[in-house]
């Protein structure tokens, strides 16, 4: 038997729907994995390994935070993917944009900054090394 995907991704299913006749005006936090098609009002965010879709003839207006995104759709507010977004070519972002891995697809539109969240661990040490390398010019310059 073969199993249908509702959309090129990694997710196997879909646990919300919000259908493409329908609009939806609030707030919504959710785990496991959203997909929109029509109007969303209002901010999204999720947790730990929430995925959300925003498909083809889907438009969210408001702020979204999410560990991974699937954008085809029309996003007006910023947006937050800690770990992944990838945007179709349909895909539109008028908004800024925080992201850890990003794919666009060519035709993908993005109307704002990106700023690529750094891995803290990196961060850290890079901090360690700069550290050192101060503490080691110090010394370097102290009469003996």
């Known amino acids: 038997m073969l199993k249908k995907k509702t959309m090129p991704s990694d997710t196997g299913h879909i646990d919300t729907l919000i259908g493409s006749h329908a609009s939806f005006n609030g707030e919504l936090q959710f785990e496991g994995s959203v997909r929109i098609d029509g109007l969303f009002e209002g901010n999204i965010?999720?947790?730990?390994?929430?995925?959300?879709?925003?498909?083809?003839?889907?438009?969210?207006?408001?702020?979204?935070?999410?560990?991974?995104?699937l954008l085809h759709g029309v996003v007006r507010g910023n947006i937050r993917a800690s770990k992944s977004i990838q945007i179709g070519p349909k895909?539109?972002?008028?908004?800024?944009?925080?992201?850890?891995?990003?794919?666009?697809?060519?035709?993908?539109?993005?109307?704002?900054?990106?700023?690529?969240?750094?891995?803290?661990?990196?961060?850290?040490?890079?901090?360690?090394?700069?550290?050192?390398?101060?503490?080691?010019?110090?010394?370097?310059?102290?009469?003996?």
Do not use: F, M, W
Not at 53 to 67: C, H, L, Q, T
Not at 111 to 122: L, M, V
């Open 45 to 69: 965010k999720s947790s730990q390994e929430g995925t959300l879709i925003i498909s083809e003839s889907a438009e969210v207006k408001g702020e979204i935070d999410v560990p991974n995104l």
């Open 91 to 144: 895909g539109r972002l008028n908004g800024d944009l925080e992201y850890t891995v990003l794919s666009l697809a060519e035709g993908a539109s993005v109307n704002g900054r990106c700023n690529r969240i750094e891995d803290k661990e990196r961060i850290k040490q890079a901090a360690k090394v700069e550290q050192r390398a101060s503490e080691a010019e110090k010394s370097s310059h102290q009469p003996a």
